[in-house]
């Protein structure tokens, strides 16, 4: 799917300082050698296994089937991973990776919170030192991801600048990166930012697609028709789509945040409101104005507040491969909702996204049809800030 | 050919840099004339991005504040022209990818060449992503200038062999700002260069004071400081020409006679 450069279609590349270019390449010859190295895949089999509790369900949800009255719905559930979300998978991969490149400090960037957390605990379980960027809007609407994070041993830094959210965050853990190489990993949380990262964070994240296919397949002998995820910079929904690109007949939909709407500036739908630019180390599409500066996303959802989206997901648009959608936070939150009274189980505002589309297509789908949603993490994170939306306050 | 070798002709290049913009694009031409009446022997003229991830705080409130006020990329470039009208010293705009894409980069380059820029310098556009940038620079007849860094190792060579105009050597670790001390070797990245290439090379990142930049220029062709100045523009505001200018002035010197 990648050339030697990284290049998805034309999205992709590596867009990073001089500084940095030995350590993306020193980066991919280390993936290049231990993607393949079966001792390296054992390890990482065990620890999604025994530690982060793969495989994750596929739960058939009955009852939403028959409320919605279309399409057979079932649940990818990274939800009931350990540290509550899709994240671990890659932050495993990465931790596993780094550790065997003699790296002794995992830096990254976090929106939700759900990819510090996640890094915080692979850092603990490997022994490293941890710090994670995080936004200081964010650190406010996620607080409890914070004291997690602290609790693991890691270092949470306030990202000031910008818009205080997720972009500033990677914006500081990458000028982090540029000024210590040598002894840190920079535990990157999407499918984005400069070449190998895009391909890495998709590799270990499409076990979540391997698995679908083969549990799918198990229970009715078929492919699904459609599977949908939530996009932000894209991790959860290419490793849910990455094993059936091949197969045409299982529609591929990317949930977008669209905030108060598409036609408003308080949107982070990108493939929807951006332009093709260049970026945080790739070539993508990006909200942005006409003089090329980013603009300043909005969404409810923390982990969807990207002004950019990785460079396979721009491809797969580009050859009208996946579909990709926005979805307002009104949608979000009544999907968020609708999931936890329907099913009993809280979907992260997030995965909230993916479910509302769901809800969309569903009753024009037929009986014998399937949809898989991947609900990519747990909505605990998120009581506070949709009571709030609700209009009523609470305190953990 | 662009008039960036007249720099460093017979003498050490002290090179400033100020974000276009900041506090307006007035003082922006007045602190160009004055930095250029001071001793600058080439100008940086930073367009200011909203997400310059190369930069450290002081660039970055810069760039915020430019932005603020109105700056805009054909702003800059009208700015640039004007100028041109007054002072001859060779100028190179310093930018990220994305607002020369944006803009488009032929019509970027065309405009650039029109107010007589001689190069450009994009800190996020490495070697391996440099020729869809470097085709067109060239057909414009400007420079794009390439960094090497003190990671940059086994990689010096390559860069060296294809850099124009001048190579922005990379002082320290991290991103743009003022530090204390500058520990990387630098003679020895130059003499690397010097293996394949003699083209002129300019020490930049944490340089701020005249003992520093002296000591820099010596080791290389010239001194390149951003952040010093900058600061003082974040101080003085419109006041800053007579600040920056006798700073400008102090750093010239001190280069000039290392």
């Known amino acids: 799917m990648t050339n030697a450069n990284g290049r998805f279609g034309i999205h992709g590349g590596q867009y990073i ?9 020193e980066l991919e010859a280390a993936y290049d050698h231990y993607k393949n190295d079966p001792q390296f895949n054992k390890e990482l089999s065990d620890l999604f296994n025994n530690y982060a509790g793969r495989p994750s369900l596929l739960y058939h949800a009955e009852r939403m089937s028959r409320d919605l009255g279309g399409a057979e719905i079932w649940l990818k559930r990274e939800d009931l991973n350990h540290t509550g979300a899709h994240k671990i998978n890659n932050v495993l991969g990465q931790a596993l990776l780094a550790k065997k490149m003699g790296k002794t400090r995992l830096i990254a960037e976090t929106g939700a919170g759900q990819h510090g957390v996640a890094t915080a605990t692979a850092a603990a379980l490997f022994d ?52 210590r190489i040598d002894d840190t990993h920079y535990c990157l949380g999407s499918v984005m930012g400069p070449h190998p990262f895009p391909t890495i964070v998709r590799d270990f994240q499409a076990v979540i697609s391997k698995e679908i296919k083969e549990q799918f397949l198990r ?11 939530c996009v932000g910079g894209g991790s959860n929904a290419i490793g849910s789509f990455y094993h059936f690109i091949n197969d045409p007949s299982v529609r591929l939909i990317g949930c977008e945040a669209a905030g108060r709407g598409i036609d408003t500036f308080e949107t982070a739908a990108t493939i929807n409101t951006g332009r093709l630019g260049i970026f945080h180390g790739m070539k993508s599409y990006f909200c942005q104005d006409e003089s090329g500066q980013i603009a300043p996303v909005y969404s409810i959802s923390a982990g969807l507040d990207y002004p950019g989206i990785g460079p396979e997901h721009a491809w797969l648009h ?13 949608e979000a939150v009544q999907a968020f909702e609708y999931l936890s009274r329907m099913e009993g189980i809280i979907p992260a505002i997030e995965s909230a996204h993916a479910v509302a589309h769901a809800m969309k297509i569903a009753p024009e789908m037929s009986r014998d049809q399937n949809i898989v949603i991947t609900i990519s993490g747990r909505g605990d994170k998120d009581c506070v800030s949709i009571a709030r939306y609700r209009g009523e306050e609470i305190s953990e | 050919m662009s008039r960036i070798h007249e720099a460093f002709e017979n003498k050490k290049a002290f090179i400033p840099f100020i974000t276009c913009g900041d506090p307006d694009l007035e003082t922006t031409k007045k602190l160009v004339i004055a930095m250029a009446e001071n001793g600058a022997d080439l100008i940086e003229l930073g367009i200011p991005f909203s997400d310059p991830t190369a930069e450290g705080p002081v660039i970055q409130e810069a760039d915020n504040r430019a932005l ?15 100028l041109r009208e007054t002072i001859k010293v060779p100028m190179v705009f310093m930018t990220y990818a994305n607002v020369v894409f944006a803009y488009g980069a032929e019509k970027f380059l065309s405009q650039a060449k029109e107010a007589q820029m001689d190069g450009l310098i994009l800190p996020d556009v490495p070697f391996e992503e440099k020729e869809e940038f470097a085709s067109l620079c060239q057909a414009y007849d400007m420079d794009l200038i390439s960094m090497i860094a003190p990671t940059s190792k086994q990689r010096i060579r390559m860069i060296a062999k294809e850099a124009k105009g001048f190579i922005y050597v990379v002082s320290s670790m991290g991103v743009t700002g003022v530090r204390s001390q500058i520990t990387t070797d630098i003679a020895s990245l130059i003499e690397e260069v010097r293996s394949v290439t003699d083209i002129p090379c300019a020490v930049g990142f944490g340089i701020s004071t005249p003992e520093t930049a002296a000591k820099m220029a010596k080791l290389s062709d010239g001194a390149i400081v951003g952040s010093a100045i900058v600061r003082q523009i974040a101080q003085y505001g419109k006041d800053s020409i007579e600040p920056v200018a006798s700073f400008v002035k102090a750093m010239s010197d001190a280069v000039h006679n290392s």
């Open chain 1, 17 to 25: 300082p001089e500084t940095l270019m030995n350590a993306v390449i």
């Open chain 1, 219 to 229: 229970e009715k002998g078929k492919l699904p028709d459609a599977v949908i995820a």
């Open chain 1, 128 to 179: 490293m030192e941890c710090v994670v960027f995080m936004g200081k809007e964010d650190i406010e609407r996620q607080a409890l991801n914070v004291y997690k994070m602290k609790l693991l041993g890691a270092d949470v830094v306030s990202v000031n600048t910008g818009t205080g959210t997720l972009k500033d965050a990677v914006s500081e853990a990458m000028r982090e990166w540029t000024s």
């Open chain 1, 318 to 330: 580009d050859i009208h491969r996946a579909e990709y959608v926005p979805v307002t936070d009104e």
């Open chain 2, 68 to 82: 603020s006020a109105g700056a805009t990329t054909a702003k800059v470039l009208a700015m640039a022209k004007e």
